[in-house]
């Protein structure tokens, strides 16, 4: 069965189904909204968090900038691209795909390192949540709403996550040479930032830049690059 | 207003043909047509245009329909528009066709959305009515919610008061039991 089939089957449904799921909400059910109920506690904890400051701040520094003891919010980074070879002179265009939760998530900044390539434009990159709260099964990245600033930077307006973002690398390197690009993306929300890194390694040679592939990389937390 | 009245009234001005009619439904069923359109087709513009040709649907069907619910009858004609509106999309491979909620039933639905046989359509709708109506308040409510309209899991928690771990546990508990029904009755092999 198709799922064609069955959307036109669902079509057939009763009004009354359609109805009752149009009428419902848990308020009027008698049940509290979960949502208003986690901005309560979210609230409560925000002050617990404000008074006890100092004291994280103590644990945060004791563990050299690792935050420990938060949900997994990004998931996965990850990079595609779609040839083996590129004139060295070109933008090559790669796409990132971010995959993430939905806990208040309200910042993605996106930067590379690398000696002999960078990314094309707006390096680093932010993207901004309107509501600071992202849905991963609804993703909506607006294009062309981008805003070019001053500074350089690039910001973008997304709605919801994962979604999948096109870049363009370029070479920078004057002389063969081999090495990796590595494309970070850090997740920012009240309370937490977690941040995860792609490496893609390339060859730049005779003029020509080979994408060899990529993989996850564990950065140097001390690192100040990251 | 009870929306019963609102209901009445609004289909009344449809049938005396006075323009005021778009106006009240836009004003009071706007965000309602607006989120199933989004919700279907994930970009705003493409759903505001559903949205405009939603009310025209509306000014051309009343009359000589006399809708029972206006609310059920427009719901019906926005996701209808929306549905449209994403199989021209994927013929114009403007960008995937399809509907994000049935990722939840691909174990036993195949990804193609081309319009399906009427009376295919009409037997096996007849089916999903009697599965839905077998069920109990809050899944049928699920149900629809996130098959008939697409609606994202998250809002469905929002709307339902319950976290996502019991949303999930619901839809699996329900696309087993409409996966046995529908083997049972020869829909799937």
Redesign the interface.
Known sequence: MTTGTFSDALDKMEERFIEEASGYNAEKAGKKPRARMISLIAAACAVLLLASGAVAWAVKKSEAGTVTSQPDILYFVALTWERESYDAGETIPVTLRVGAGDIGVSELKIWSYSDGMRLSSGDPMYLYAENGDFDPHDFTLRYPDYKVHKDGRITAKVEELPFTLPLGLCAIAQNDCSGSINISVKLSGVGFSQRKTVSLFYEIKDGRVFLLRTEEYFPDLNDEKF | MAPEELENSIVRLYWERDEQAIALTEKHYGG?VFSICR?IL???RDAEECCSTTYLKMWNSIPPER???F???I??AA??TA?DRLRERTRQKRGPG???S?DD?SE???????????V???E??????SF??SLE?RE??LF??R???NT????I???????RSTAYSMISSIKERLKKL?EKEG??Q
Not at chain 2, 108 to 118: I, N, P, Y
Not at chain 2, 152 to 155: A, E, H, Y
Not at chain 2, 157 to 163: A, F, H, I
Request: charged share 30%; hydrophobic share 45%; glycine share 4%.
């Open positions: 309602f919700n994930r970009e705003r809708p029972n619910s609310t059920a009858f719901a019906r996701r209808m549905i399809r509907l994000e049935l039933l036993f639905l195949t990804d193609d959305l081309s319009v399906a046989d009427e295919e359509a009409r096996l709708g007849a089916l999903i009515n839905v109506s308040k049928r409510v629809v919610k098959y008939y309209f994202p899991v998250k809002t928690c929002r709307e339902l008061g319950v976290p529908l829909y799937l």
